[in-house]
């Protein structure tokens, strides 16, 4: 249901979606033959806002992926006896250096308002939509994986929310259980039963969850008389083998579950996340100092290595020099950067002109005497009665580290900017921390300025 493999893709809710996140990066570093399929959720798990008041408030915010690749694949699949038209979407394992993911989508104009809702939220409140997301996950991620061509020796199940996979197998398999369990492999989370998902058989039936099988089949199939579909104990007993996440809850999930018959052997496998991409290095050095002189020594060394390293990088791209230390792949971008380097270069640019807007958008590469400079060359381009429009960061952004330079004298102040333009009909001027999302380096909550002002009118 879910892969958090980067901040910019959120289709992600908690641990869950780390796990798969961290084995897709570490299939990857091991060139491993394994491929991830989930569901591109629209509006994400949700979006954490506040109110006026500062109070906390929940939306859902759509969102935009412009690094997924689209396959071209459209298929159908069954649910609620309807045709739904799913389109499989790709992240290119350079793109996070994960192994390949495909996404699937009913955000489509193809479908119904009610079968494109289907993608909209991940674990939505509803029941039906939420038993819908299961078949597109189980149903829909087996399908794409025959429509590649791709024939997996082995089917993971992390968590039972994609279990529909099994019944769309047993179809394939004619009816054969025994084929589902030599390629079916189940991961367990929840510790309780309690937590594990159950819903009405009659309801997965009418769904179409159960891929033509009739309530009373799939009662017998999976052993258990109860009108409440347990989908966990139905994985249990479709797999050849499942796993808890630690020692621990090896233990405590075979002693849950003992009391059901025909279940397959239940072992432990450490919960872990990729070192490479999640661990704090800094923390690993300070954990391992041996006295505080190499605890300080560590930590100076981490963070002058960090912010070495960064502005090392900032000085080739403002040169447009990347490629020396990424490769040939960065030309294309290095020449793009040289031809903006000239565009933005400011003793080339005709200050003659003027217009009736100027907008500057963290214009910040530049230091205080620059700045100067640059500001009254505004001004001059700028028509009375013009709007100016300047958005960048505040000092305390340094400290975020969420993007922009690194020197605190680069930042803008709301008093900085009102005596750079004193006179001006100030409209809006704040001084606000928000949550930005533009991608790698640029994410998370970052310290903003806005100051919008209109030049005045010469008297007369």
């Known amino acids: 249901m879910e892969f958090a493999t980067h901040q910019p893709l959120k289709i992600y809710s908690g641990g869950l979606g780390f796990l798969a996140g961290s084995h897709l990066r570490s299939a990857y570093e091991l060139r491993q033959n ?42 159908q699949i069954t649910i609620h006896e309807h045709p739904v038209w799913v389109k499989a979407l790709y992240l290119n394992p ?35 939509t939420k038993v819908a997301q299961f078949i597109l996950l189980g149903v829909g991620g ?105 020692q621990l809850h090896g233990r405590v999930a075979r002693a849950m579950w003992e009391k059901y018959e025909n279940i397959c052997p239940i072992i432990s496998i450490t919960n872990a996340q990729n070192w490479r991409y999640w661990a704090d290095k800094q923390l690993y050095r300070f954990m391992e100092a041996g006295d505080e002189d190499d605890l300080f020594f560590g930590a100076g060394f981490a963070a002058a290595t960090d912010r070495m390293w960064q502005m090392e990088v900032m000085r080739a791209a403002g040169r447009g020099r990347l490629s020396e230390f990424i490769g040939p792949e960065s030309l294309p971008l290095d020449r793009f950067l040289r031809a903006l380097r000239r565009l933005a ?80 009909d100030v409209l809006r001027a704040e001084d606000f921390d928000a949550e930005v999302d533009e991608g790698r380096g640029h994410s998370g909550r970052s310290a903003l300025i806005d100051f919008v002002a209109r030049k005045p009118v010469a008297d007369g």
């Not at 996404?103 to 494109?116: A, C, F, G, K, R």
């Open 142 to 246: 087996a399908k794409l994986v025959d429509l590649l061509g791709f024939n997996p020796e082995l089917y993971h199940l992390n968590e039972a929310h994609g279990l529909s996979a099994a019944f769309y197998l047993y179809k394939k398999f004619s009816n054969n259980i025994q084929e589902v369990k030599k390629r079916l492999v189940f991961t367990t989370h929840t510790p309780e039963e309690a937590g594990n998902e159950k819903h009405d058989i009659y309801l997965c039936h009418k769904l179409s969850y159960f891929c033509g099988l009739s309530v009373e089949e799939v009662k017998k199939l999976y052993d258990n008389d109860s009108d409440q579909f347990n989908h966990s104990l139905a994985a249990l007993r479709f797999a050849r083998l499942a796993n808890g996440v630690s």
């Open 34 to 75: 394994l491929i991830g399929v989930g569901i591109l959720w629209k509006y994400g798990y949700y979006d954490q806002e506040r109110n006026q008041d500062q109070t906390l408030d929940v939306a859902w915010n759509e969102k935009h992926y412009s690094f997924l690749e689209d396959t071209g694949i459209k298929f």
């Open 345 to 424: 270069d400011l003793d080339g640019w005709d200050w003659a002109r003027v217009f009736d807007v100027v907008a500057g958008i963290f214009i910040q590469f530049v230091g205080p005497e620059e700045r100067s400079r640059l500001f009254t060359r505004i001004d001059r381009a700028l028509k009375p009665g013009g709007i100016l429009l300047l958005h960048g960061y505040a000092p305390r952004q340094v400290g975020y580290g969420t993007g922009g330079p690194p020197f605190v004298e680069n930042m803008y102040t709301l008093p900085l900017l009102r005596q750079a333009f004193a006179g001006y």
């Open 94 to 128: 350079e793109t996070f250096k994960t192994a390949p993911l495909f996404l699937l989508s009913t955000d489509l104009p193809e479908n119904d308002y009610v079968s494109q809702t289907i993608t909209h939220r991940l674990y939505d409140a509803n029941v039906a």
